[in-house]
């Protein structure tokens, strides 16, 4: 892809970007474990472009010296109103009235007229217009015109468009014609410069193509060959399925039949006539299995995940290097000769912090200096230059103890022997236990019938011990502790128990005023209460770490979110045109001779019908979209792909094939080795230590906390523990001169797969290495970094 | 595993066992392209216990060291004889026999008499007995007995015995009991010393087993909690299935459905009634299919996968300690110290090699000397001593071209011009695409109907111009060279044309005859000509490639066949004492009032009878394994599961859901962990080059070949052009001294995982690092071998 550093900056920190703005001016100093979001994504580099632009700004003395993009004030505030979160929260809002759209136009959830649908398009395609043209004033013109993503943008926008006059104008004139830009809207999703992490999914999958069309090519082969196979053993036998039409008896169905056991979905079926008919042809279908569906269904996750892995470390590789060379460039900006190296002089140093990040404290100042110029010599070097950024995002928590707020108000109250007890009981595991005991008898009184009175007596007796562990919680712990930005269970505790009770009340009041019990919102206070359960899961320190993995990669599993709502879009918009109203859902209660046939007299008889499917069908998005989910589970595929034939034409079944390739063979399987990834980086994390060049340091000064050490559940009492023995170590002059700022220290808790390998990756380039050249960078392909000679403990 | 260094050899030398005694005695020089199997397995280390032995034996003078087994004589032939093919094969069929008794016992595919199956298993056990003696007069008494495999040898032979009296004197007065012990049969599959593989798969399994139960438990919770949400949403709306029963309202069938429901077997169904109730039901069904069916089986195939790779490096690790292991007590007991350093004399190295290999070439023997005793000191110093084994491991070929048999008979006709023009012709690349058409042209014929009897001559068309190619290659390849070991598919066109070949002109002898086809040949002729097919795939490069590499893992992959055959077999027997005839297969042209309902009323209306999987039953052997296949393809397992659980209890659906736990979450997951690392490792070769000391070493002695060289179809061209190189190549000394002797070395035909493993551990190990203690590397651990600190190559 061809573009540069100014560009690629937005690639860069497009995850972090709603928080990154936001970031840099939040107030670092005062509060314990306060978590800076966008500092919290580890490696991910968000401060690089920032750094660069400041030191541009901050020298300007050297002013005419070439960097690719203009420097002036007025040019750098219209890249940071590029950048504001409000600028990016419009874009993302547009992006969704345009996707959904599709709810309302025909066929429509929700009807709207065209005239309606198409201005708010229009009004869409503006708004992503005055994106586009912002985005080319902050980036050099020829810059902007090599990169492909801004061409596709503008051709779709001029295609819609184009789209919008012919149907508008056919329409006009009574001709019905096809809406086919409505497929090209999700373009917008992803060439968008914030959706860097699908582009990279979609990028993934491109690349990988090529090595999977080998062996989907030797696949369909296979599939072809053994059709021909079972043409010629089974096509004269007279044999009948269950269904009663011919079996096996016209080479396409069996390639379909065949193609569909390779996903199992008609496993035994497809083969009960022959086995009845001979047990020695059941050998025929046990080999298909083992060869298509075992064998080459684990090539294809082998030749996927292999790819994935490639395309992912030379992606980390490219944003390393990428990094390392916007720092180069700054200090570039900003150094002068000392002796005989260049180095960064301490007043040019402060002022590019304060001009990067506003809002720091001068003590926080005053600790990053210290861990910048070891020496003290006035001066900041090169080596330590590189590693601001860095330094930057690494969090800074001043250790001192926040007292309860009851404790200020009424301090001889609350240390009174009766209140120091409660705490003490409350601190205890035995509390925890109880509770998790309550769940349990909980859970039973739920599964109970709910209608005998004395059961949802006892859910307000549950409601009201749950609201006193908070309440009693509160009471014993710091309550801005308690609701820590990581707290994650402690949130969900309270959330889940507020809206039970809202819930539980509002039913009630409901239900004694009329007498009549909301279905929905009796539906939302079951849920909740069952989510409940969940706590006891966080008691058992196993499952903890399980769920934590889970949760921790939960936002990069939003990416692939965004991936399958851009697949699912497209085919549900075509799906929608090919078969919308072909088939018809009639409510059960409703008599009508077709609602057996889903008002299609040509699924009469069919396994489409007969399995009550005909609310499966593409009359509207959502129906389309839960359609295409039912469809990525595969089971009974070739049901649906069946009866959608019946109601159009047999090439309707192309369409779910094409669907099948598409999501289960490329995309779910990608799916699976992120998990995979995710869990190996969990695992290898687990037993060792990844430590950056900084880390290092910072422990050797001793101005670091280990992350572990103010760990979740625990963090009120360590707090003492720790201060206690921060006190007893009064002599520590070091440590007393920084005035209580330490440096948090995250070793353990990489949040992505990502960050934690471009940290190990960081941990491997000398610091002396400059990288290659911005150009090589920007064209390195997986290729390059294999292993001369692979190593033991890599391949296996 | 408690055993020492004689017991571990036959397991390390189990997989090439047949082969390996007939390989020390095969000649090598003067053939050309021969294939010695044993060696070709790469760093499996066949022969460092034999080195071990000759060493004690060639060192007589020193015969009293300790060593931990005998070395008379007689211990050496008796240890030989043990390992003697024949002994192998022997036990193999007597576990055959054993296993395959099920087919003859009630209920029986092909039923015997009670005293005629026991009268045969005791047969057995005797010759189980009879190995177990054999193998522990070749054993220390010590480790004999330390070893649990032999005690669980010896108690299922004891069980199997007393079971067989039991039932035998029950049956004698005509109480019907059961046959417990015949579940117990794999484990003489399992624990003999020969199937170390499959006994890997399962210590894999067991080490998977405490990681994995956490995920299942937190797994099961979570199907638990959605099964109390189902109960509580949908259990009070008085819902149907399809089928008209209630639809979930008891706790129990909701867990179960949702359980199918992860499998995918019941997708869309199990959703209808919710979702044609309520569109916003749906939600609830795909929240679940998202966390239960997509991640939480992703999580378990990561762990398996985490736990495979961790195992395979541990064993891998082990193996090649052994190795040098063995390697440095065989030195001990032959060293002398000349000078400062111990040594072997070049006499002992002569014996030993001797008694090793006994029908070594003495070119090929001064060749390993020379590459042994670099210096030509007269000794052979510990490091070169230590590479013994992998030396005489490295085949060693000859370099004279063959000559055509043809050219040596009538030198003048097959130098004529015409004959050169004929294999110029066969040697064209035209001719493998004039054959590619061919082929493809014989596909349409195949497809098209064969009672034409213009067809049925175009068969016969066919035929002729395959032997023609054949005799083609044939005149135009020396033989021996076209038939050798690794040309599969050289000899995959041979067979597959004369089986061909015979099975037509069979079939129409008996046709003309009797007017009547077989069945059974026809089908034969059928399939061989389809097979014919998978040639075209040979002439693309890139499919050569993708089933190259499914052909070598081939082999790896029975292990899993062993390890499922056992799996299995456990299943089958459980199955067929709790479900035999319950459900019977009646013809379909069959009219009796029960066919439809399988012979048992219950079945009336279940889903089981309607889809006619009456077959489908335990009423024999073959019939308990095609239903259990079909239960680990999982697609409508639940039907069965749901049709064995009428005719019986309830409770059976546990039998089907721990075969679903056994098979699907553990089996199949180790099957696709193998697929994925063998083809890392396939990948990762393509692109680098693994190289031992040795190999290097041969390289700068300049003795090697690569193998690459030699390859497959260009074979005798290549011959041609190297061996006209070499003749200009006169001026090399070093060349002309070993006579034409070369070591193939064979760094990118590493068939195994392991194999390829091993060498890139051994090529890490310094030369001069002894290894840990026996002891030690007896009891290492997956665990010791996690970095300490994970390189960035190492994790992605």
Known sequence: MGCTAAQLCFRCDSLSSFGRLGASKQPFPGCFLSLDKSSESGGRAPREQDLLLAAAYVSDAQYNRNIPFETSPQAIRLYYFYNHWTMQAATYFFICIDLSLALFEEPALFPLPFLATSIVEVLCLTAFLGRLVH??????QMVFWKDTKNICIMLTIVLTLIDLIVYGSLEAVNIHSVRWSRALRPVFLINF??????????RSIRNTLPDILYVFLLFLFSVLMFSLMALKLFGDRGLKTVEGSPYFTNILDIAFELYVLVTTANSPDVMMPAYDFNGWYSLYFITYIIINTYIFMSVFLAVVYNNYRKHLKNEIRKLAYLKRHKMIEAFNLLKVQVGTEFVVKEAQWRRLAKVV??????SHLELLLRVSDEGQKGHVDKMNFLRLADLLNIQVVTINIKRHPLEAWMPRVYQSSASLLVQRMVRHRVFVWVYDVIILVNAIFIALDERNPFISYAEW??????IIEILLKLYTYEPRSY??????????????????????????????????????ILDIVLILRILRLLRVIVSIERFRVIVTTLINIGPAMLTFGGLVLVVYYVFAIIGM????????????????PDALVCGNPALKDSAFARNRYCKNNFNDL????????????VNQWHVLAGGFALVTHQAAKLYFVGFHIVVVILIVNIFIAFILEAFFVAYSLEKSEVETAIEKKIQELGVGIQEEAVQDGKLVDNMDTRDSGFSGDDGDNKRKALKGLYFRIASKK??????????????????????????????????????????FENSA
């Not at 410069?193 to 979609?202: H, K």
């Not at 509002?506 to 009549?516: E, G, H, P, V």
Request: net charge negative; aromatic share 14%.
């Open 357 to 362: 990040a506003p809002d720091i404290s001068s």
């Open 483 to 520: 609701f820590g930005r990581r707290q994650f269970w402690n949130w969900f505790d309270v959330l889940i128990i507020i809206a039970a009770l809202v819930a539980t009340v509002a039913n009630t009041t409901i239900q004694s005023a009329r007498k009549y019990s909301s279905q929905q």
């Open 461 to 466: 007796l549950f409601l009201s011990l749950y």
């Open 135 to 140: 985005f080319a004033k902050v980036t050099p």
């Open 577 to 592: 045109e090919a078969f919308h109203s072909k088939v018809q859902f009639f409510d059960p209660n409703f008599t009508a």
């Open 193 to 202: 410069p914030e959706s860097r992490q699908i582009r990279r999914a979609f």
């Open 750 to 791: 990489y949040r992505t797969v990502d960050a934690l390998l471009q940290q190990m990756f960081e941990s491997e380039i000398a610091p002396e290495d400059e990288g290659p050249p911005l150009d090589e960078i920007l064209n390195f392909s997986p290729s390059d970094i294999c292993p001369k000679n692979p190593s």
């Open 622 to 633: 959502a129906s389309a979209f839960i359609l295409l989910m039912e469809l990525t589970v």
